[in-house]
């Protein structure tokens, strides 16, 4: 029996891979060799994940000697040195005067104990969040997730929610011709019609990643940071997706001139170990009660080192400063592509986390879904695995790990260009 009878038959699963899903033996920096031998490129880093590439040498040998030392020991029980290092580092690079650190063990975890922890430092109990925003499965990310779809078949989402419309330049209904950030100035019409006044804490990706790859206009945030301050609210900083250089910075919240009192991440974070965090100003942190928020793997040792390598490699290789060249060079050829194929509606993003949103037509910008779903299987017939996501389901999405070589990356890209090409031919001689 082979590994896809296996999953057909014991794994519970629904997958987002193509119809025929790789079956993927190792991985090494920007590339994934199936069992077959069969090599791939990869632009989509399990999910925006391995920023430091698969595998790296120094992430390994961390997670290695961390192995040999001690697996696991609930750090929420004892303390342990590499979780305390780990608890440090982060209070040194994030943003703003966050210093204190909550380990779990995904994103979705991460989201939720950010927003308990708004909870129980404001003592209030509402929440606020954008619509077509993504931050996890889970009971209490997915009430805060604005996507109708995600929440179908899993009954009413927990209660004291209010969503205020999200920025969205291409698809923006607010606005006509000239950005004026009235999806910003909404956000209040949110608090003042859309809840009880009791709001804890407004949620916030700096970049919307399951939403599209849509990154905040300039002004965005401090206008909402404005208005959440007026109304003693909290702001949550989702950089589950965006974080850990991904977007050209350490962080895609830096240089939108605001401070997160609260920031979730995960992701990027270990390299692919099973690690989510949220860190939080020292009097915010300090709300939690001894006992009131656990997790008995969270901080787990093994993750922990491995993150601690991560962010010395994304440091000493300089991977953001590396994000944010090669996301321009991408950025430039893929606008001259939107030029040429008129399935091309829009090319957005921030460093190596670029959308590339396929339409039937530019006009009504009708979601070209099944052409975004041909253009992956394309690819990966080709040695490149793409993502494809957004609201709709019809956005190529470009997220190769950040140690991805300049001449894999132009063929890669060179790859998902002719893709698309062949898309429009296609749909052109349907009529």
Do not use: W
């Not at 779990?104 to 308990?116: F, I, T």
């Not at 019409?189 to 599209?212: F, H, L, Q, W």
């Not at 997706?241 to 962080?251: E, H, I, N």
């Not at 030029?339 to 530019?362: S, T």
Request: contains cysteine.
């Amino acid at each position: 029996m082979d590994t896809v009878e296996k999953y057909r038959r014991f794994v519970m699963t629904s997958s987002l891979a193509a119809m025929e899903p790789v079956t993927v033996a190792s991985g090494e920096r920007a590339s994934l060799t199936d069992v077959d031998g069969t090599r791939y490129t990869d632009l989509f880093s399990g999910i925006s994940v391995v920023n430091t590439g698969h595998v790296h040498p120094r992430v390994a040998e961390a997670a290695r000697q961390q192995i040999d030392a001690l697996v696991h020991c609930c750090s929420y029980v004892y303390h342990v040195p590499v979780v305390a290092d780990l608890a440090q580092r982060l209070a040194e690079i994030t943003p703003g005067r966050l210093q204190k650190t909550f380990f779990g063990n995904s994103g979705a975890e991460a989201v939720e104990g950010a927003l308990r922890l708004a909870k129980a430092f404001t003592g209030r109990g509402e929440l606020l969040a954008l619509q077509t925003s993504f931050h996890g499965r889970t009971a209490g990310s997915l009430a805060v997730t604005g996507n109708a779809k995600r929440k179908q078949r899993f009954g009413p989402s927990l209660p004291g929610v209010a969503f205020a419309p999200a920025p969205h330049p291409y698809r923006c209904r607010m606005c006509s011709g000239r950005c004026t950030l009235a999806c910003a100035d909404a956000v209040e019409d949110a608090i003042r019609y859309d809840t009880s006044g009791d709001v804890a804490a407004m949620i916030v990706e700096p970049v919307m990643g399951e939403g599209g790859i849509i990154p905040l206009p300039p002004g965005y945030l401090r206008r909402v940071r404005e208005i959440l301050d007026r109304y003693g609210i909290l702001l949550v900083i989702d950089e589950v997706q965006s974080g850990f250089g991904r977007t050209g910075v350490l962080f895609a919240v830096e240089g939108h001139g605001v401070e997160p009192d609260i920031m979730a991440m995960a992701k990027g974070l270990a390299s692919g170990f099973p690690l989510g965090a949220f860190i939080a100003r020292e009097d915010i942190a300090d709300a939690f009660q001894p006992g009131e928020h656990m997790s008995t793997f969270g901080g787990n040792p093994v993750s922990c080192a491995a993150a601690l390598a991560s962010i010395e490699v994304m440091l000493d290789e300089g991977l953001p400063e590396r994000a944010a060249r090669l996301g321009s060079t991408v950025l430039t050829r893929l606008r001259s592509l939107a030029e040429e194929c008129k399935v091309v509606g829009d090319v957005r993003g921030a460093g190596l986390m670029i959308g590339v949103e396929l339409v039937r037509d530019r006009n009504t910008k009708e979601p070209a879904v099944t052409e975004a779903a041909t253009v992956r299987q394309l690819c990966r017939e080709r040695g490149v695995l793409i993502g494809v996501g957004g609201y709709f389901g019809n956005v190529v999405r470009v997220q190769p790990p950040l140690v991805i070589g300049d001449e894999e990356l132009d063929r890669a890209v060179g790859v998902l260009e002719e893709a698309v090409a062949s898309v429009l031919v296609a749909a052109t001689a349907a009529g």
